[in-house]
């Protein structure tokens, strides 16, 4: 049974208004980021329905403007959508991208965790560089499945119960990698200008309960997306979709939920990033000492945001608020090349282990015969200390 919907009819367009707020330091500035997200939440499992007719749109970005068979089948929508389920772009390039990431990003990632977890000293540091480890490791390990789904022809075989956990994760792993970048830059900050409020084995437990907490707020926060269905069968292709078309009720309801999760899981994090190291680069021009290794630092942090997050975030934000359809239709394949260089992170996170750990360095320097023999009192003193200064 078909709904018809009124193209005329516009969809309302979500207002926003920011106010800044200011920040302690200290690890209540990781909480205060970290807890920001589970607004999110709210966000996402409040907002109703509406029941009149509104113009619909596609996945993120296309859009679908005829009805709804029964069962949640998606009406083919012509011969744009089409072109872009069977284009080149989403069944050849995008596979290869999402391929080039684990032959890069899983031996990298697996080196980096082992060495974290049994070769490093335990100490604040180590312990935000385990957790992003293992967030890239699980992303990778996922990437088979969103491989396969485009090889097929952009076909999901595994169910929508598995579809909506796919992804639920791939956006968690995003989501968590910003804010465990940013653990890491708050902990560099305090750990050079406030020394004395982050060490000794308590805060080490502290530095745990933050890590507890943003695992916390990436899944509740996250939470709101498993409600919805992400795949659609498309009779005329013979395909089910993976995330490229949601139904018309989905799409309105999550028209306040993603802007809140851009504006909390990446803008607020990419204005505190900066922040912290811009104070640690001053604070160390204050005292004389050298300050490359800082310089560098940020360089990769802030090429990770500018280079993988940036992108797909910002076009996601200004999706939500662009009411045209044509708009969405045409950055819809910018979009989908944003997603997968975003998953680039994973390959680059390794360096930012090698930079911001000096433990870290030696450790994988060493020769593994040479491993257990290595001088414990020149492993870890200075892994603690704040940005590396040599």
């Known amino acids: 049974m078909c709904c018809t919907r009124c193209s005329s009819s516009e969809e309302a367009k979500p207002a926003w208004a920011a106010n800044m707020m200011s920040l302690q330091s200290g690890p209540c500035s990781a909480a205060l980021c970290t807890s920001l997200l589970l607004t999110c939440t709210w966000l996402g499992w409040a907002e109703q329905c509406p029941t009149g007719p509104r113009q619909t749109k596609g996945r993120g970005m296309i859009r679908i403007s005829a009805c709804e068979e029964a069962g949640r089948n998606a009406t083919f929508s012509g011969s744009w959508l089409e072109s872009h389920l069977r284009s080149p772009v989403t069944t050849l390039l995008l596979p290869v991208l999402y391929s080039t990431v684990p032959l890069v990003g899983l031996p990298a990632n697996a080196l980096a965790f082992w060495v974290l977890a049994a070769k490093t000293k335990k100490c604040t540091s180590t312990l935000f560089l385990l957790n992003l480890a293992g967030a890239d490791l699980l992303f990778v390990l996922l990437l088979p499945f969103k491989i396969s789904y485009h090889l097929l022809g952009n076909n ?177 394949t910018w979009y989908v090349l944003a997603l997968a260089v975003s998953a680039f992170n994973n390959c680059l996170d390794p360096f930012i282990y090698f930079y911001v750990s000096r433990d870290f360095r030696a450790r994988l320097w060493a020769r593994p015969c040479c491993w257990r023999g290595y001088d414990k009192s020149s492993s870890g003193r200075a892994s603690e200390a704040a940005p590396e200064v040599q």
């Open 156 to 332: 999901w075989l595994l169910g929508d119960y598995a579809c909506r956990a796919l992804v639920t994760l791939f956006y968690g792993n995003m989501y968590g990698s910003i804010l465990f970048l940013t653990c890491i830059s708050l902990d560099r900050y305090v750990s050079l200008v406030h020394p004395f409020l982050w060490r000794g084995s308590q805060h080490f437990w502290q530095a745990a309960g933050v890590c507890v907490g943003v695992w916390l707020a990436v899944g509740l926060g996250l939470s709101p997306l498993l409600r919805y269905h992400h795949s659609q069968h498309v009779p005329e292709l013979n395909i089910t979709t993976y995330h490229d078309i949601l139904e018309p009720d989905t799409e309105h309801e999550l028209a306040y939920y993603f802007p809140a999760l851009v504006v909390l899981g990446f803008a607020a994090p990419f204005v505190l990033i900066p922040f912290s190291y811009i104070w640690v680069l001053g604070r160390l021009l204050l005292k004389g000492r050298h300050y490359g290794h800082v310089v560098r630092l940020l360089a990769l942090v802030l090429l990770v945001f500018a280079l993988c997050f940036t992108p797909s975030n910002v076009l996601l934000f200004f999706h939500y608020l662009q009411p045209q359809p044509e708009w969405h239709n045409r950055t819809d």
